[in-house]
C-alpha cells in the first residue's frame, strides 16, 4: 500500500550484513533486527567461519546476543562459510545438510578485512568445491574484485568479471552466484545480461554516493568502505538496476562497523556501518528517481526468490518524513560513526 507520505512493504532481508562478534555483536544486532526478517552473515571473523560447527556456534552466538539485548525481536541469522584453499566438498555436504548455512563466501586473499585466509586460486584450488556446491545447489557468494596491485583499485571489480567470473561459470554453469556489493555499470551489464542462476546485492551507500563524497572537506574515512565508491555514471547504473525490474538485484547492505579509532588512522579500515538506518537510506535513494513503488520487489522479494525462501510474513512502515541520523554511536565499548552521521534522511522508519 502506497501513498504520497508512507509506504508500506513485506518486512525486508538484509542478504549481507557484517555482525562481527563479542560485545559489538551484542551492541549491533539490535538494529539489524529492528528493520529486516533475516540476513546472510558474513564469515569474515577473526578467526574466520570456515566449518558447519563454525557457523552453528556463531548463529548460537548471535541468537544469544538478540536475546540478551531486544528479546521480542522476530530475527533470523542465515549462515555463510568462508572459502579457503582447503574447503573440501564433505564440507559443502554437511552445510547444505545443517539446513542453517546458505552460502559460501569467496573472499580472494587480502581483498578487504580479514581476508588473509581467502582463496588464491579459485579454480586451481577449489574446483572440487565449487561442483559439489553446483550439485547441492548451495550459492557462492563473491566479493568481486581481484587483489593485484598492478590493477587500479577503481577498475578490480571489472577486471574480475573477465579474469574470474567468465572463467568461473564457463565451467559450472549452474553453479547459484551472488555478486556482491555491485558498485560498477560493467558489473551491472555482466550480471543483467549473463545466463544462468546469478544474482547481485547493491549496498545502500553505492545507490546514494559517488567517490566524491569521500573527499568533501577533506578526507572522510568514514565513507571509506570496499569496494570503494565510485564514478557519478556507476551510481547511475546501480541505481537503475536496483528499482528496475531484471529480479536479479536486491538488498544487501555491507553494513560493517568499526571504532572510529580504527577508521581515524593513517591505514583506517574499511566498511560503512548503516544498519542503523538501512531501509531509510534505501528509501530515500529510490525515492531520489520516483522510484519507492520498486522498493518492496528490491528489498523484500527478489533476494529470497533466489535464495529459494519464502517471504516474510510480517511489514513495516516508512514515511517521508526526515530522520536524522547520529553523529556517533556509543557500541560495544567503543565510538561507532554511522554512515552520513549528522546528515538527514527524507525517509523514515514509522513507529
Same mark, same amino acid.
Given at each position: 500500500?502506497?501513498?504520497?507520505?508512507?509506504?508500506?512493504?513485506?518486512?525486508?532481508?538484509?542478504?549481507?550484513?557484517?555482525?562481527?562478534?563479542?560485545?559489538?555483536?551484542?551492541?549491533?544486532?539490535?538494529?539489524?533486527?529492528?528493520?529486516?526478517?533475516? *540476513?546472510?552473515?558474513?564469515? =569474515?571473523?577473526?578467526?574466520?567461519?570456515t566449518?558447519?560447527?563454525?557457523?552453528?556456534?556463531?548463529?548460537?552466538?548471535?541468537?544469544?546476543?538478540l536475546?540478551?539485548?531486544? %528479546?521480542?525481536?522476530?530475527?533470523?541469522?542465515?549462515?555463510?562459510?568462508?572459502?579457503?584453499? =582447503?574447503?573440501?566438498?564433505?564440507?559443502?555436504?554437511?552445510?547444505?545438510?545443517?539446513?542453517?548455512?546458505?552460502?559460501? !563466501?569467496?573472499?580472494?586473499?587480502?581483498?578487504?578485512? =580479514?581476508s588473509?585466509?581467502?582463496?588464491?586460486?579459485?579454480?586451481?584450488?577449489?574446483? !572440487?568445491?565449487?561442483?559439489?556446491?553446483?550439485?547441492?545447489?548451495?550459492?557462492?557468494?563473491?566479493?568481486? +574484485?581481484?587483489?593485484? %596491485?598492478?590493477?587500479?583499485?577503481?577498475?578490480?571489480e571489472?577486471?574480475?568479471?573477465?579474469?574470474?567470473?567468465?572463467?568461473?561459470?564457463?565451467?559450472?554453469?549452474?553453479?547459484?552466484?551472488v555478486?556482491?556489493?555491485?558498485?560498477?555499470?560493467e558489473?551491472?551489464?555482466?550480471?543483467? +545480461?549473463?545466463?544462468? %542462476?546469478?544474482?547481485?546485492?547493491?549496498?545502500?551507500?553505492?545507490l546514494?554516493?559517488?567517490? =566524491?563524497?569521500?573527499?568533501?572537506?577533506?578526507?572522510?574515512?568514514?565513507?571509506?568502505?570496499?569496494?570503494?565508491?565510485?564514478?557519478?555514471?556507476?551510481? &547511475?547504473?546501480?541505481?537503475?538496476?536496483?528499482?528496475?525490474?531484471?529480479?536479479?538485484?536486491?538488498?544487501?547492505?555491507?553494513?560493517?562497523?568499526?571504532?572510529?579509532?580504527r577508521?581515524?588512522?593513517?591505514?583506517g579500515?574499511?566498511?560503512?556501518?548503516?544498519?542503523?538506518?538501512?531501509? +531509510?537510506?534505501?528509501?530515500?535513494?529510490?525515492d531520489?528517481?520516483?522510484?519507492?513503488?520498486?522498493?518492496?520487489?528490491?528489498?523484500?522479494?527478489?533476494?529470497?526468490?533466489?535464495?529459494?525462501?519464502? %517471504?516474510?510474513?510480517?511489514?513495516?512502515?516508512? +514515511? !517521508?518524513?526526515?530522520?536524522?541520523?547520529?553523529?556517533?554511536?556509543?557500541?560495544?565499548?567503543?565510538?561507532?560513526?554511522?554512515? *552520513?552521521g549528522? &546528515?538527514?534522511?527524507?525517509?523514515?522508519?514509522k513507529?
Amino acid at each position: 500500500m502506497t501513498t504520497t507520505q508512507t509506504l508500506t512493504i513485506t518486512r525486508p532481508d538484509d542478504w549481507h550484513l557484517h555482525l562481527r562478534d563479542g560485545e559489538l555483536l551484542k551492541a549491533i544486532v539490535g538494529h539489524t533486527a529492528a528493520q529486516f526478517g533475516r *540476513a546472510i552473515v558474513m564469515p =569474515n571473523l577473526n578467526p574466520p567461519i570456515t566449518t558447519t560447527e563454525h557457523a552453528k556456534a556463531y548463529q548460537a552466538r548471535i541468537l544469544d546476543a538478540l536475546q540478551q539485548t531486544v %528479546p521480542a525481536a522476530d530475527f533470523l541469522p542465515l549462515m555463510t562459510l568462508y572459502l579457503t584453499d =582447503n574447503t573440501g566438498p564433505d564440507e559443502i555436504y554437511r552445510a547444505k545438510n545443517s539446513g542453517i548455512v546458505h552460502g559460501v !563466501k569467496l573472499y580472494p586473499a587480502g581483498a578487504t578485512t =580479514n581476508s588473509d585466509a581467502g582463496v588464491t586460486d579459485l579454480l586451481g584450488h577449489c574446483a !572440487k568445491t565449487l561442483e559439489a556446491m553446483q550439485d547441492e545447489g548451495m550459492p557462492l557468494l563473491v566479493h568481486g +574484485e581481484v587483489t593485484d %596491485p598492478a590493477i587500479d583499485l577503481f577498475d578490480r571489480e571489472a577486471v574480475f568479471i573477465d579474469r574470474v567470473m567468465i572463467p568461473l561459470r564457463k565451467q559450472f554453469p549452474a553453479l547459484k552466484v551472488v555478486f556482491e556489493h555491485l558498485t560498477t555499470s560493467e558489473g551491472v551489464a555482466y550480471v543483467t +545480461e549473463a545466463e544462468g %542462476p546469478i544474482a547481485a546485492t547493491i549496498t545502500a551507500h553505492h545507490l546514494l554516493y559517488n567517490r =566524491n563524497a569521500m573527499f568533501v572537506g577533506g578526507l572522510r574515512p568514514h565513507w571509506y568502505c570496499l569496494p570503494v565508491l565510485k564514478r557519478e555514471k556507476h551510481r &547511475e547504473a546501480l541505481l537503475g538496476a536496483a528499482t528496475g525490474d531484471t529480479g536479479r538485484f536486491f538488498l544487501g547492505t555491507d553494513s560493517a562497523p568499526h571504532a572510529r579509532g580504527r577508521k581515524e588512522q593513517d591505514c583506517g579500515c574499511a566498511g560503512c556501518y548503516t544498519a542503523l538506518h538501512a531501509m +531509510e537510506l534505501y528509501a530515500t535513494a529510490f525515492d531520489s528517481v520516483s522510484r519507492i513503488d520498486r522498493l518492496q520487489a528490491f528489498a523484500s522479494e527478489n533476494g529470497p526468490a533466489f535464495y529459494g525462501l519464502a %517471504p516474510n510474513t510480517s511489514t513495516i512502515t516508512l +514515511e !517521508k518524513q526526515p530522520f536524522t541520523i547520529p553523529g556517533s554511536l556509543q557500541l560495544g565499548g567503543d565510538e561507532v560513526v554511522p554512515l *552520513a552521521g549528522g &546528515e538527514a534522511l527524507a525517509w523514515s522508519i514509522k513507529a
